[in-house]
């Protein structure tokens, strides 16, 4: 698709990493007016959430350090994209019209239909629900019992911070605590939740949550002053509210260069992307890479050129234990564990160092566009030649 208007304008809805980011990467052309549309005036570091949640940390940063010069930045929510007439419907009553769309809408947290879990859990996932946890956690004595659902990277740092802190701590996994690490990983983890006093439930289930009290399939009862539920995904409602396809969950589906399958001006990132119905893993290291990604299949649509597919390779993860400890699991490209990792004071560090990162890359991209470099050579899902992806929900 080749443009010719003297400016080209381009809508980014989602000022999160990928979409942050993605508006810096488009600065690459001069002659594009970029306008990011986030419902918060402030970004949010949402790998920090955790430890803004026990008040080791902050988790918002100025947009005036992150964003790059004539990028301008609405305060508002997208509630309609009207393919059709180009306008991007806001929830101010505002349209803003567009040559292209970036869809970075993010994820939130989708508490599953457990009886009380919508009443008296506690989600994580955006910044207002840890404003309000945090509230609850300072008015609850130290020694008030908390339950943490959850045994992923969200509901293992949570867990960490308030252990730490000298918290009574019960993680219920409801499975294999942490799967993704290796076995070896797994032990360091386990070992340092014991010796910081944490309660783990691998086999545990929650059936029922209470105002003071979680409720296990089987019946058993266990008091919780404080529920965190921490697992669940769920992303805005935006793509099907504007007649878009998408997966069984509401994510974008789009083609292999992120383009989505109804509408080429339309290019999704980030967690709200499925492509080929096959999303990434939900991390800050691939929304960076998604967000540069997404810009760059823009332009190649401004340009007329065949924009590229996703090739991304991700490769393990970092965990915080506290403020003391960490754990860097290393992987293949493919994104398994090998039984390498790095622990300790050191695996803070690294964890540290990392969180830096997904900052400082959008800032670097403000000031060179074109600069971030991802790890690549990540498999993806083999898609027969002319082949539609299979389409669960609109």
Known sequence: MTEHNARHKVVVIGGGYAGTLAANHLRMRTDVDITLVNPRPTFIDRI?????VSGTGDATVDYG???GEGIELVVDSATRIDTAGRMVQLASGRALDYDHVIYAVGSTAAIPPVPGAAEFAFPIAEFEFAQRLRAELYKSPLDAPVTVVGGGPTGIETTAELAEQGRTVTLVCG?????????????????????????V????MVSEVRPDAVVFAGGAVRPSALTIWTTGFGVPELAAASGLQTDALGRLLTDE??????DDRIVATGDAAAPSGHPLRMSAQAAGAL?????NTVLSHIAGTEPAVIDLALMGTCISLGRHAGIR????KDDTAVSLYVGGRIGARIKEVT???GVGKIRREARKPGSLIWPKGGPRPAQPAGAAPVVTSS
């Not at 260069?257 to 109804?262: I, K, P, Q």
């Not at 967000?291 to 810009?295: D, E, I, L, S, T």
Request: net charge positive.
């Open 48 to 52: 920090r959430l955790h430890q803004f």
């Open 65 to 67: 350090t992150l964003l």
């Open 175 to 199: 499975g294999t605590l942490m799967p993704s690490l290796s076995a070896p990983g797994r032990r360091y983890v386990a070992k340092w939740l014991s010796r910081h006093g944490v309660t």
């Open 201 to 204: 439930l691998e086999a545990g």
């Open 257 to 262: 260069t992120l383009t989505s399958v109804d």
């Open 291 to 295: 967000g540069a990604q997404a810009a």
């Open 329 to 332: 699991q290393l992987a293949r």
């Open 355 to 357: 969180c830096k990162i």
